[in-house]
């Protein structure tokens, strides 16, 4: 069957990118720090590569549905690919700046680019409403576990090849090199999809004039993106790469360690993700989304406070072990709360406002980096900014339920 196809066609794309971005966030910072860079421009580097993949990818995902997904998808392959290519070929600040804007190039092993949005609109058009929640589970979950493998893998790869007689840049770069060549692969998977995952146009629907991709789910969108700027705003000041700095720094430890730490808190995060389908069976996906964040921030807040390496990892692994349960719940309720062809573009617009949300961060750590007396303060400020975020988007959408909880399914 050609969903199922596409199904796998799009659970695979989403492991190798994954992959890619994990393999890549461990040493992205550690990288430019060797060619050069300073700590503030590293920061403003991160920043800039936020701030342009927002640009990009609210270009991209609101006009996805009526574009095309898979076309969408596709230019999104070659971005990433084109950004590996040029981060491999120059140590430039200005070129690196110009690359990280235009191009997909992901500093916290998260999801960065168009891809997000568009593959899990078009997963939407493929399942049922009762299965979405589930489908979005794994969706996350092997995401996590490939994000787990690629940072293992790249902080591994990294170290023996230091080991072996190569430079510290050398090694980097082999990173890089694969880094680039998974953008490739995305591009001839992405050719494979067929049209299951298109919008199905409805005969004879009049709908009012469309803003950003929007029409009549538009203030909805809005103030759910209000809410996931904010939360990715706190996020952006501890973004994977700058955990693993900052773990450098503190402790001394080196890049296949910080890879094998990922990797646990990786496959930790995953995991929280599926087990959130049964809590939100029970209890409903806002109330998984929040009475599981909040104390996934405390633990946060708590990791610079402990005294030694082995309790900061620990307290660290414990937090990615309910970190991600709000992901697949946040994802299936911004899916069920709007019309199906405004999937890709409330989708498209949530990401970008936490995109923008996220650029506007990184820069501030790298001042805090760079200040011995506040070098913990992104761990405070991520915590009780999120914190802040839960209990807001508690208030405003308790009420406003997706369709499987109307009915009881």
């Not at 392959?77 to 290519?85: E, Q, S």
Request: net charge positive; hydrophobic share 55%; proline share 4%.
């Amino acid at each position: 069957m050609k969903d199922r196809r596409d199904i796998t066609l799009l659970f695979s794309t989403r492991i190798i990118r994954l992959f890619c971005y994990g393999f890549l966030s461990v040493i992205l910072a550690l990288y430019l720090a060797e060619t050069g860079l300073t700590e503030k421009q590293i920061g403003l580097l991160f920043t800039l590569t936020l701030a342009g993949d927002a640009g990009i990818s609210l270009w991209l995902t609101t006009s996805a549905d009526r574009f095309g997904r898979k076309r969408t998808l596709i230019i999104g392959a070659l971005l990433m690919l084109g950004a590996g290519v040029v981060f491999i070929l120059t140590e430039n600040i200005i070129v690196l700046m110009a690359a990280a804007i235009i191009g997909v190039i992901s500093p916290s092993g998260n999801e960065i680019g168009p891809f997000l949005s568009v593959e899990q609109a078009g997963l939407t058009s493929l399942i049922s409403n009762e299965k979405r929640t589930k489908v979005f589970a794994w969706y996350n979950l092997v995401g996590s576990f490939a994000t787990a493998t690629g940072a293992l893998a790249g902080g591994w790869l990294a170290e023996f090849l230091q080991a072996g007689g190569r430079s510290a840049l050398d090694a980097y770069r082999f990173v890089l090199i694969g880094y680039g060549l998974g953008g490739l692969i995305l591009f001839l998977l992405f050719l494979a999809l067929s049209r299951q995952v298109e919008v199905v146009p409805v005969q004879g629907a009049e709908f009012p004039r469309r803003v950003l991709g929007l029409h009549r789910s538009r203030n909805v969108v809005l103030k759910l993106s209000a809410l996931f700027a904010l939360d990715a705003f706190a996020g952006g000041l501890i973004v994977q790469s700058m955990i693993a700095y900052w773990f450098h720094i503190k402790f001394g430890i080196e890049s296949g360690l910080l890879g094998s730490i990922f990797f646990g808190a990786n496959i930790l995060a995953g995991i929280s993700a599926l087990l959130a389908v049964k809590v939100a069976e029970k209890i409903g996906l806002i109330n998984t989304m929040v009475f599981t964040h909040i104390p996934s921030n405390i633990l946060l807040i708590l990791v610079p406070l402990m005294p030694n390496l082995p309790l900061a990892i620990g307290l660290l692994l414990l937090r990615f072990s309910i970190s991600q349960m709000d992901v697949p719940t946040r994802q299936s309720y911004t899916m069920a709360v709007v019309a199906p062809d405004e999937r890709s573009a409330a989708s498209g617009v949530t990401a970008i406002a936490r995109s923008v949300g996220a650029s506007l961060s990184p820069a501030l750590t790298g001042v805090f980096f760079s200040v011995p007396v506040l070098f913990n303060m992104p761990f405070f400020l991520t915590g009780g900014l999120k914190i802040v975020y839960d209990l807001l988007l508690f208030r405003e959408f308790r009420m406003v339920k997706p369709p499987e909880e109307k009915t009881g399914g």
